[in-house]
């Protein structure tokens, strides 16, 4: 089993940054991918971005890239996601999962965190 605990959100101005943690706790030995995902009220949850173990591999979401970044620090079992240039449509729940075979899809991930909110006033 594997926990994770979310951390870092809250409410910021357009234009302005936030860095997510997830920290990983259990059986964190394992190589597996985690992925970043987010939901807003009434919206599907939806991919953000992922980083494989090794760390040497990052995925984003179209809108995300270039402005998200995603990273990994396995001596510390946490994953972060520091986000700038945020606009009001970033306004959801984000979330980190892990240890999935597919990506880009929420379905397939293991283990999930509780979420953590992120509002961007415009």
């Known amino acids: 089993q594997v926990q994770l605990v979310e951390s870092g959100g809250g409410l910021v101005q357009a234009g302005g940054s936030l860095r997510l943690s997830c920290a990983a706790s259990?059986?964190?030995?394992?190589?597996?991918?985690v992925g970043w995902f987010r939901q807003a009220p009434g919206k599907e949850r939806e991919f953000v971005a992922a980083v494989t173990w090794s760390g040497a591999t990052t995925y984003y979401a179209d809108s995300m890239k270039g402005r998200f970044t995603i990273s990994r620090d396995n001596a510390r079992s946490t994953v972060y996601l520091q986000m700038n240039s945020l606009k009001p449509e970033d306004t959801a729940v984000y979330y980190c999962?892990?240890?999935?075979?597919?990506?880009?899809?929420?379905?397939?991930?293991?283990?999930w965190g509780q979420g953590t909110q992120v509002t961007v006033s415009s």
């Open positions: 259990g059986r964190t030995r394992n190589k597996f991918i």
């Open positions: 999962a892990a240890d999935s075979p597919i990506v880009r899809s929420p379905n397939e991930y293991k283990y």
